[in-house]
């Protein structure tokens, strides 16, 4: 962030004065993303400086909203799907199925214990350690439940890291078993696809699933089948 102020002011980024910053945003050739991201980053500098006594008035705070972009959901095709699961190896396979079949991010595969794993009345349920210490739990289906039960109690996939596989190389061997340019986080997003059809469009429940902390995430992960858009259309058509 000092980068970005000298940019404006090189001797002294204390003395910018909010139309200077304006000047300077307005001139970058950016997406809106990267627009978005360094407005932020230049709040949280000037809001340090203020804290800290380098300035005295925040000359960000006039800076306008960028608006983010809107949810761009891109799950996984269901052929690549199916294709992944019958070219690969058993590990390899249930790393896929867990991914698309239960949402689970690279880093959250990487570390499935058999520890983890709870029956109920209603069965097997798993206890997934998401992002920020979050923990949630995730129905098992019967063929997940079963392969994860025949493997020996400890980490599903071992590996050198803390005894399991890192995420980074889960990730990895994914997205090699994927064909095209598919990669890992798209079957997260075919299963909050998948789950948001199969729930009957409810948000709150793919929420839960997922282990977001907003809803506003999960619309990202969530492409609306165009056959409830028409079912929709149709059914107001019926009643008009």
Do not use: N
């Amino acid at each position: 962030m000092t980068r970005c102020a000298a940019a404006v002011c090189a001797d002294c980024p204390w003395s910018v004065s909010p139309d200077d910053l304006l000047s300077w945003l307005g001139s970058r050739d950016w997406s809106r993303e990267t627009r978005r991201s360094w407005r932020s980053g230049i709040r949280a500098f000037y809001a340090w400086g203020v804290a800290t006594g380098r300035c005295v008035t925040d000359p960000s705070l006039g800076l306008p909203v960028v608006s983010s972009l809107p949810p761009v959901p891109r799950p996984a095709a269901k052929s690549a799907v199916r294709a992944a699961v019958a070219a690969s190896d058993d590990r390899v396979r249930l790393m896929v199925r867990l991914a698309s079949e239960m949402g689970l991010r690279r880093g959250e595969v990487s570390r499935v214990h058999s520890e983890d794993m709870v029956e109920d009345l209603l069965g097997w349920t798993l206890r997934v350690r998401g992002k920020g210490g979050r923990t949630r739990m995730v129905p098992v289906p019967e063929g997940i439940s079963a392969a994860l039960r025949r493997l020996p109690d400890g980490w599903a996939f071992p590996g050198r890291v803390e005894g399991h596989l890192s995420a980074g190389w889960v990730g990895k061997l994914v997205s090699r078993a994927l064909p095209g340019a598919w990669a890992m986080h798209s079957l997260r997003h075919r299963f909050g696809t998948d789950a948001y059809a199969a729930s009957g469009a409810d948000l709150l429940a793919v929420q839960q699933l997922l282990g977001h902390a907003s809803p506003a995430t999960t619309q990202r992960y969530v492409q609306v089948p165009s056959g409830v858009l028409r079912r929709t259309v149709e059914a107001v058509s019926r009643v008009a």
